[in-house]
């Protein structure tokens, strides 16, 4: 018996696997389910795996999407010219929650790092050039992490873009640097966007 | 758009409805879940919602089971003349870390509460009292929380079963006082059964 049964053992062991949550919050969490309407347990359970199965990548900018283009790139009035390019469909989320920014998203799956072996091949970046052939884009607003990994592959970038003769602009420093763009507050993430620079 | 898109809305919503998890880490666990492997998510939801499914109660002493009876009550070995009385199913779990008790439970399924109207009749003490008088019982050891409902459903107990002629004992307060059960790291515990006292 020890830690409890093992449908309990088996429900905390799953939890305890997600970010934040240790072996004691996810041995409370299963204690809390199992004490849990059985409808209200297989609501969690059905918004958990058909949310995930409903998931994929927006066949333009990448952002997740339950059909083919994310419900940005499906509005036609966000194709005003300007492409804001992200680390990751999750800082799509947060930009979106600013509600100030009304163009498109680029989102690149990754930012560049020597050290872990990934380089510009492994991100989104021949997509972004190929969308700027295609699309009239007349600004592209570099809103990667602002980190070391975040600050290179903006850099990068913005040398691959300007001989287009496309406006780069990066997002202002009021993001704290060294912290993740996911967990800015809307007002610094309006600040950084007021105060975007030319590269 | 804005929070993100709907299967992740709704993944984190459910998430949020968790006891000591806030919208913020909802959010931050649908989008780790959005982008774990669909294998790892079914996984995750199949722990969660086979694993509530498969839980019933002992129907001896009340704790959580995957058939008839529980795991300690199927222990012969464990039908010594004991049992510990406790509030929830969860506290079993607790006691059993300590892995020092050998004998049986009994799970009350709550406290008095004259506050929140739940009475004698609320909780299984009827059920405790007949197990009294079918198995062969020397000591009820009453290890109800250390708060102010717990000790007084201890009183109660205690006074309907002495005159019964059987040991009634309490957990000594190595538990700290006003804290919960389930919460007792194992030294404690083990203090706590040491010291218990006839009532």
Same mark, same amino acid.
């Given at each position: 018996?020890?830690?409890?049964?093992?449908?309990?053992?088996?429900?905390?062991?799953?939890?305890?696997?997600? %970010?934040? =949550?240790?072996?004691? #919050?996810?041995?409370?969490?299963?204690? $809390?389910?199992?004490?849990?309407?059985?409808?209200? *347990?297989?609501?969690?359970?059905?918004?958990?795996?058909?949310?995930?199965?409903?998931?994929?990548?927006?066949?333009? !900018?990448?952002?997740?999407?339950? +059909?083919?283009?994310?419900?940005?790139?499906?509005?036609?009035?966000? $194709?005003?010219?300007?492409? !804001?390019?992200?680390? +990751?469909?999750?800082?799509?989320?947060?930009?979106?929650?600013?509600?100030?920014?009304?163009?498109?998203? $680029?989102?690149?799956?990754?930012?560049? #790092?020597?050290?872990?072996?990934?380089? %510009?091949?492994?991100?989104?970046?021949?997509?972004?050039?190929?969308?700027? #052939?295609?699309?009239?884009?007349?600004?592209?607003?570099?809103?990667?992490?602002?980190? =070391?990994?975040?600050?290179?592959?903006?850099?990068?970038?913005?040398?691959? =873009?300007? %001989?287009?003769?496309?406006? *780069?602009?990066?997002?202002? $420093?009021?993001? %704290? *640097?060294?912290?993740?763009?996911?967990?800015?507050?809307?007002?610094?993430?309006?600040?950084?966007?007021?105060?975007?620079?030319?590269?």
């Amino acid at each position: 018996m020890a830690e409890g049964i093992d449908p309990i053992l088996r429900m905390a062991a799953q939890l305890a696997r997600l %970010p934040g =949550i240790g072996q004691k #919050s996810a041995q409370r969490l299963a204690y $809390h389910i199992a004490a849990m309407p059985l409808d209200d *347990v297989k609501e969690l359970a059905a918004a958990l795996w058909q949310g995930r199965k409903a998931l994929r990548f927006c066949a333009l !900018c990448g952002n997740y999407a339950e +059909d083919e283009f994310c419900p940005v790139c499906k509005d036609e009035g966000r $194709h005003n010219g300007q492409i !804001c390019v992200v680390r +990751d469909a999750r800082d799509v989320a947060a930009m979106e929650r600013m509600r100030d920014y009304r163009g498109l998203y $680029h989102v690149l799956g990754g930012a560049l #790092s020597p050290m872990n072996g990934i380089g %510009p091949e492994d991100i989104r970046i021949k997509e972004l050039l190929a969308r700027l #052939s295609t699309e009239t884009v007349e600004e592209v607003i570099l809103a990667t992490n602002p980190d =070391i990994e975040g600050e290179a592959t903006a850099a990068y970038i913005a040398r691959l =873009i300007k %001989p287009l003769g496309v406006r *780069v602009t990066r997002i202002a $420093h009021g993001v %704290p *640097v060294g912290s993740d763009l996911e967990y800015a507050d809307e007002v610094t993430l309006a600040k950084a966007m007021e105060g975007r620079r030319e590269l």
